[in-house]
């Protein structure tokens, strides 16, 4: 299919070479192909997005990024040079690459002005932050944004109309100490990563954000970090029991994805669990991505070009829903017919 929106893409800034180069180490099986990959934001990823049918990507810094930075000031300032390298790189292909804004999540004000100042300033498409914010005198703490204090962040998201990309880091501090430090291999894409966004999501759901801000548009990725494989028993719990004992929400689970989260394909490449997320969630808040550069455009494009859909599910998925919700305007093969 010509013409897809991808928008689970990371870069990293060429300065902090070594920390990508950790960061593949962990996750990269060619650690140099990798770095090289995330550290170029146009001519690479336009050349793999040309042979694969990809119209339009938005970029976002990679994790753990300026989430794993306790020092508020330290963390505001390398977001604003990242928002401002990002913005200068995809200027040059308007019809090809968009960006979400890098937060520092500290402090809801501050994160709430930035987001204005790179949406309003550089047309970026909304934010991606990866999970809870480091914080504390030895980054022990972690900040939570499914709270009222942050409710001012979250009007600013609804008032500027940009949806928010929950995205996964890696556990960290006596966290990490406690569940993985004995079980190094579950770090990442086969546990911690889907554990972590699914706490922090059903946290805001549970916690009134969305009922405070109806309007509040979440992506996650990984179709869904395992949510709707347990949409039954989320529901089942909720409804007949919590509720009773106090739980306050006013929606079901379903309603608030129905009306309020998005999920995409990044990284997770599979048939059976996308036709599972069809009959759970529904083609209007699905997405395709890549994950790129911890996955490959071959793989993503390959898969859903040839995945059996209907023709009106594959052009929603592809690119219709993500047009829409980022109200993309032309880019490279937008209207291309879908057979
Ligand atoms: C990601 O950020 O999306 C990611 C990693 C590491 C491994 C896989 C992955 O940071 O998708």
């Given at each position: 299919?010509?013409?897809?929106?991808?928008?689970?893409?990371?870069?990293?800034?060429?300065?902090?070479?070594?920390?990508?180069?950790?960061?593949?180490?962990?996750?990269?099986?060619?650690?140099?192909?990798?770095?090289?990959?995330?550290?170029?934001?146009?001519?690479?990823?336009?050349?793999?997005?040309?042979?694969?049918?990809?119209?339009?990507?938005?970029?976002?810094?990679?994790?753990?990024?300026?989430?794993?930075?306790?020092?508020?000031?330290?963390?505001?300032?390398?977001?604003?040079?990242?928002?401002?390298?990002?913005?200068?790189?995809?200027?040059?292909?308007?019809?090809?690459?968009?960006?979400?804004?890098?937060?520092?999540?500290?402090?809801?004000?501050?994160?709430?002005?930035?987001?204005?100042?790179?949406?309003?300033?550089?047309?970026?498409?909304?934010?991606?932050?990866?999970?809870?914010?480091?914080?504390?005198?030895?980054?022990?703490?972690?900040?939570?944004?499914?709270?009222?204090?942050?409710?001012?962040?979250?009007?600013?998201?609804?008032?500027?109309?940009?949806?928010?990309?929950?995205?996964?880091?890696?556990?960290?501090?006596?966290?990490?100490?406690?569940?993985?430090?004995?079980?190094?291999?579950?770090?990442?894409?086969?546990?911690?990563?889907?554990?972590?966004?699914?706490?922090?999501?059903?946290?805001?759901?549970?916690?009134?954000?969305?009922?405070?801000?109806?309007?509040?548009?979440?992506?996650?990725?990984?179709?869904?970090?395992?949510?709707?494989?347990?949409?039954?028993?989320?529901?089942?719990?909720?409804?007949?029991?919590?509720?009773?004992?106090?739980?306050?929400?006013?929606?079901t689970i379903r309603e608030y994805f129905n009306e309020n989260i998005w999920i995409t394909t990044s990284g997770h490449f599979s048939t059976t669990t996308l036709n599972f997320c069809l009959a759970?969630?529904?083609?209007?808040?699905?997405?395709?991505?890549?994950?790129?550069?911890?996955?490959?455009?071959?793989?993503?494009?390959?898969?859903?070009?040839?995945?059996?859909?209907?023709?009106?599910?594959?052009?929603?998925?592809?690119?219709?829903?993500?047009?829409?919700?980022?109200?993309?305007?032309?880019?490279?093969?937008?209207?291309?017919?879908?057979?």
């Amino acid at each position: 299919m010509l013409g897809k929106v991808i928008l689970e893409e990371a870069f990293a800034l060429p300065r902090l070479e070594e920390k990508t180069r950790w960061w593949a180490g962990m996750f990269a099986v060619d650690p140099e192909t990798h770095v090289r990959e995330m550290q170029d934001l146009t001519d690479i990823r336009i050349q793999h997005a040309d042979k694969h049918g990809v119209g339009y990507q938005i970029l976002s810094y990679t994790a753990p990024g300026v989430q794993d930075i306790w020092d508020p000031k330290a963390a505001q300032e390398l977001a604003v040079e990242i928002n401002n390298f990002a913005a200068e790189k995809v200027k040059e292909h308007p019809d090809r690459l968009g960006a979400f804004a890098t937060l520092s999540m500290h402090n809801p004000k501050e994160a709430a002005a930035e987001l204005r100042r790179t949406v309003t300033r550089f047309g970026f498409k909304g934010a991606l932050v990866n999970d809870t914010q480091r914080a504390g005198s030895d980054g022990d703490d972690m900040i939570f944004y499914d709270n009222k204090e942050w409710d001012v962040f979250w009007q600013t998201c609804t008032e500027l109309d940009v949806p928010l990309y929950l995205h996964p880091r890696n556990p960290t501090g006596t966290m990490y100490e406690k569940l993985w430090e004995d079980r190094p291999w579950l770090v990442g894409p086969p546990l911690s990563f889907a554990q972590g966004v699914s706490l922090h999501l059903l946290g805001m759901v549970t916690n009134g954000t969305f009922d405070r801000n109806p309007k509040l548009q979440i992506v996650i990725g990984h179709l869904g970090e395992h949510i709707p494989f347990d949409m039954w028993r989320i529901n089942h719990w909720f409804e007949d029991r919590k509720k009773l004992l106090g739980l306050d929400c006013k929606k079901t689970i379903r309603e608030y994805f129905n009306e309020n989260i998005w999920i995409t394909t990044s990284g997770h490449f599979s048939t059976t669990t996308l036709n599972f997320c069809l009959a759970e969630v529904s083609s209007d808040r699905i997405l395709f991505s890549v994950d790129y550069s911890f996955e490959h455009f071959d793989d993503a494009c390959t898969w859903f070009d040839n995945t059996e859909l209907n023709t009106r599910d594959r052009m929603k998925i592809g690119r219709e829903n993500a047009k829409k919700l980022f109200k993309l305007g032309e880019y490279k093969d937008c209207n291309a017919k879908v057979i």
